[in-house]
């Protein structure tokens, strides 16, 4: 800044030094370090996770990251929570849009079948492999636990609106409590996970299995 003094001498420049400003600190984003750590996962696995490509992404310092999640473990089950919701809320939308959009029962029969064939397509294996980490790295981290219970809840709430959306529609008559029919959704798309890892399946597997859950689904049904 210059300053011109009040004297005979117009020509006379005093400098005097500014005051460094200091910069706005920003409050890192960890939440984005998760989506992104969740990208390179998804993409790529585990194994591809790189660290110092997160801290390029985000300017977050190594500090920082290893402050908050504790470590590269930390970052993976947090990005293993990130792709948890991400096939929760994938799944969840196509069951609540059939039993929605069916205009009878045969309607919605056909849609819930196409459902669980989505739902059991082995291409799919990746995602349930991520969901079976989620639970395994939930041992010993409270966070996570907590966060698991959250996003685990939701899920049997929302399968189960749909089953009493499904009964009020008419589509389904069985007496049983929502949230058991929602547990045994759940344990038959999860249980998928198995097939894959079976050395003899056959190539109608998909179809074969889609009979048996709607089997069980109408035996459900059929108890008053």
């Not at 790529?44 to 992404?57: D, N, T, V, Y």
């Not at 459902?115 to 790295?137: K, N, S």
């Amino acid at each position: 800044m210059l300053v011109i003094p009040d004297t005979p001498e117009r020509n006379t420049v005093v400098l005097v030094p500014r005051k460094p400003q200091r910069r706005k600190r920003t409050t890192p984003d960890f939440a984005r370090v998760a989506e992104l750590a969740a990208d390179m996962i998804a993409d790529s696995g585990e194994g591809h996770l790189r660290i110092p490509q997160l801290r390029k992404a985000t300017g977050i310092s190594n500090s920082s990251l290893y402050a908050h999640f504790g470590g590269r473990d930390g970052i993976v089950a947090a990005a293993l929570l990130v792709l948890y919701e991400r096939y929760y809320r994938e799944t969840i939308g196509v069951l609540e849009q059939a039993v929605r959009d069916a205009d009878s029962v045969d309607d919605y029969r056909h849609r819930l079948r196409q459902f669980i064939m989505f739902t059991g397509d082995l291409r799919r294996t990746p995602a349930r492999l991520q969901r079976a980490a989620v639970f395994a790295g939930s041992q010993g981290r409270p966070e996570v636990r907590a966060k698991l219970v959250e996003l685990t809840t939701a899920i049997v709430d929302d399968v189960a609106k749909s089953v009493d959306l499904a009964r009020a529609r008419g589509f389904l008559t069985s007496s049983h409590p929502s949230r058991t029919i929602a547990y045994f959704m759940q344990a038959a798309i999860f249980g998928r996970v198995i097939t894959a890892f079976d050395g003899k399946v056959a190539d109608d597997d998909l179809e074969t299995w889609t009979d048996v859950v709607m089997r069980a689904i109408d035996a459900i049904n059929s108890e008053k």
